[in-house]
Structures are given as structure tokens and as C-alpha cells.
């Protein structure tokens, strides 16, 4: 069974950081490209960064400079590390992996609130 399990969302002042983690199980992550989406209250649920099974990484342009994505396949993990965040990145954020071989997983998601 695949499992994507999220942690590190939280409270934090506008201007602070914060290091999501997606833990993967029953799949290899490094074998799969990952993205991390966003869904603000009342808004549709969207991209925010990817990073592919090998090593490439894209970002929308809202977060660029701010946030960073990246892998630690040993752990099976994938990351999202937001600095300078805003009271507009505020939403519930998910993991998402695409396999390659076409089968996708969603996490349960985990919310970021940046607030002051």
C-alpha cells in the first residue's frame, strides 16, 4: 500500500520559514517525480514546486527565490523549504508523486498558516 505522509505545516509570522516533509512508503520516491501543490480556502488546489527522478526542479513564479525543493532518497523523502513566506502562502499544502509508471498519490496534506 502507498503511503505519503506530510509533516511540518504550522503557525509562523509573515517573513518566517518552515520545512515541509513528505515521507514516502510502498513506493520508491526516487524512482518518481514529486511535486508539492497548494489549496487555499476557496481557491482550487494548484502547483507549487517539482522535482523530478532526476534532480530537476521547477517553482511557479510566485514562490521563486523563496522556496526550495528537494529529495533525500535514502529517507524516501521529499522536502519543501519556504522562507520569507507570506500571509498569501497561506493554505493546506500536499505532496503528490507521479510514478513512472503512471500511477500518482496524493498525501493527506498539512496546513501553513503565516500570520501575524
Known amino acids: 500500500q502507498v503511503q505519503l505522509v506530510e509533516s511540518g505545516g504550522g503557525l509562523v509570522q509573515p517573513g518566517g520559514s518552515l520545512r515541509l516533509s513528505c515521507v514516502g512508503s510502498?513506493?520508491?520516491?526516487?524512482?518518481?517525480?514529486m511535486d508539492w501543490y497548494r489549496q487555499a480556502p476557496g481557491q482550487q488546489r494548484g502547483p507549487v514546486a517539482t522535482?523530478?527522478?532526476?534532480?530537476?526542479?521547477s517553482y511557479i513564479d510566485s514562490v521563486k527565490g523563496r522556496f526550495t525543493i528537494s529529495r533525500d532518497n535514502a529517507k524516501n523523502t521529499v522536502y519543501l523549504q519556504m522562507n520569507s513566506l507570506k500571509p498569501e502562502d497561506t493554505a493546506v499544502y500536499y505532496c503528490?508523486?507521479?510514478?513512472?509508471?503512471?500511477?500518482?498519490?496524493w498525501g493527506q496534506g498539512t496546513q501553513v498558516t503565516v500570520s501575524s
Open positions: 503528490y508523486l507521479r510514478s513512472r509508471i503512471g500511477t500518482s498519490y
Open positions: 510502498g513506493i520508491s520516491a526516487s524512482e518518481s517525480d
Open positions: 522535482i523530478t527522478h532526476y534532480g530537476s526542479t
